[in-house]
């Protein structure tokens, strides 16, 4: 079967899957594991995000979709030559992946019309259903049943660490720092299977703008600065645009030191398995005393103050 990921999460699945010698185009994005980015690329994006800062790709992206242009688009030529039997893309964000009107385009443009699967995860929940849901497509069922068994006793063994808590701690996940967004859809829900209060998002609800008012009032006793698709370096090189602000500086977590920034590109932005990888960063950060010997990957999160 030859196979082409239009989002990255759906590429580290295929791979997980033991599929990596069936996908035979990805997008620009596609970068983990690594092999994947010599993969041919079939989806770019109309901009370089990596030339622009937090304010310039809003703006970008608010222009777009306001001109109803799409944020990624595919190349045609290469897209032939893949000659795919499957596409995989995403239903959940125009700003992830393309959207639906491209991948429309894109079916126009195939003689042997592929099939096509787009996934929509909101949750945990959902995110195993599109591990499943490929696995079932593509034959490999059982290896995707292992795959979430193993991802689902991670989960368990920090839920269940965390049920005798008493006084959990407030914590706000910021997407954005310019303008400021909530952390939507699954990151709401990390944040409670650890053992702590979410603030200002909602489980399973997208990612919304969010105004100073909202974060004062819950005055959050933790803050995880996890801009969608940034590492920790880059998201360094913005923090100014928060800590300018005077209303910053008064909150409980700035004050009594307890912000942090983490690898979000890689553990918290793509709804794949290495999410569980960024539930196990917020656990040993968020209650170092029951995992600060759980282990996590190298530089993939650093305490700002």
């Not at 491209?102 to 003689?111: G, P, Y």
């Not at 490999?140 to 008493?166: C, D, F, M």
């Not at 656990?283 to 996590?296: E, R």
Request: glycine share 6%.
């Amino acid at each position: 079967m030859r196979i082409c990921s239009f989002l990255p999460s759906a590429t580290e699945i295929l791979y997980e899957l033991g599929l990596g010698d069936n996908l035979v185009g990805v997008t620009h994005e596609c970068d983990f594991p690594h092999i994947a980015t010599e993969k041919t690329v079939v989806v770019r994006s109309v901009f370089d995000a990596s030339k622009l800062n937090s304010k310039e790709i809003d703006n970008k992206i608010v222009q777009l979709v306001k001109e109803g242009k799409d944020i990624y688009v595919i190349d045609d030529d290469k897209l032939k030559n893949a000659n795919p039997d499957l596409i995989v893309a995403q239903g959940l964000c125009e700003v992830c992946s393309p959207h639906m009107k491209e991948l429309d385009r894109a079916m126009s443009i195939l003689n042997n019309k592929p099939q096509v699967i787009v996934l929509d995860p909101h949750d945990f929940d959902e995110i195993f259903d599109s591990i499943a849901q490929i696995a079932r497509t593509v034959g490999r069922e059982q290896k995707g049943e292992e795959v979430i068994a193993t991802l689902k006793r991670r989960i368990e063994y920090i839920s269940s660490r965390v049920k005798t808590i008493n006084n959990k701690p407030r914590v706000l996940c910021i997407e954005w720092l310019d303008p400021l967004f909530t952390s939507g859809h699954w990151i709401p829900q990390m944040v409670e299977l650890v053992g702590a209060v979410n603030g200002v998002s909602k489980k399973a609800e997208p990612s919304r703008k969010m105004e100073w008012k909202e974060i004062i009032e819950f005055d959050p006793d933790i803050i995880f600065l996890i801009p969608c698709g940034f590492d920790v370096k880059r998201t360094m090189t913005e923090l100014w645009r928060i800590e300018n602000v005077e209303k910053w500086k008064g909150l409980g977590a700035v004050k009594n030191r307890e912000v942090y920034t983490t690898d979000a590109g890689w553990y918290f932005s793509r709804p794949g398995p290495r999410t569980v990888i960024g539930l196990e960063i917020l656990a040993k950060i968020i209650h170092p005393d029951l995992f600060g010997t759980l282990k996590v990957p190298e530089n993939s999160f650093t305490k700002i103050y």
